[in-house]
């Protein structure tokens, strides 16, 4: 009796474990395809998307140091003075922090126009996602040109 119940012990912990290592490859995965869907409204240019996807205190450092509250930041992007032909991210990671809190990194790359003159970056970010009344939401973001760039 006392082998079926240490068995019996032995698959529910082990069912445990594996839900649990679904259920967060589940969740990166969803923070995977948030990412990806920040990244397409931030090409097209798709306020309302991005709007949805932003805490309400949301701050971004942007390559050149400077900062942007989520206003100010999708003002920046309203700006029809610039135009986005590549923006593709790479090498994503995500590292989860409780059931609330996600961590990615990864590499950018933007290319296009910005006043009719052309740049192109290649970038480290860092994002940082929130679980915010059963939504994800990005709270902060930091963009940094490695020095060997």
């Not at 912990?13 to 969803?30: D, L, P, R, Y």
């Not at 930041?73 to 994503?92: F, K, P």
Request: glycine content about 6%; cysteine-free.
């Amino acid at each position: 009796m006392k082998t079926i119940k240490a068995l019996l012990l032995v698959v529910v912990w082990t069912a445990g474990i594996a839900f649990t290592q679904n259920s967060s490859e589940a969740v990166s995965a969803k923070i995977v395809a948030l990412e990806r869907e920040w990244n397409a409204a931030y090409k097209a240019g798709d306020v309302a998307k991005m709007n949805s996807l932003l805490a309400d205190d949301f701050i971004i450092t942007i390559e050149d140091g400077r900062t942007f509250s989520k206003s100010g930041y999708i003002a920046l992007n309203g700006n029809s003075t610039v135009r986005v032909d590549v923006s593709d991210m790479t090498d994503l990671k995500v590292r989860m922090h409780g059931n609330s809190i996600a961590v990615v990194t990864g590499a950018y790359h933007e290319k296009g126009t910005s006043q009719n003159k052309p740049y192109e970056y290649h970038d480290r970010f860092t994002d940082v996602w929130m679980m915010v009344e059963g939504k994800w939401e990005i709270i902060v973001s930091q963009y940094s040109i490695p020095k060997n760039s």
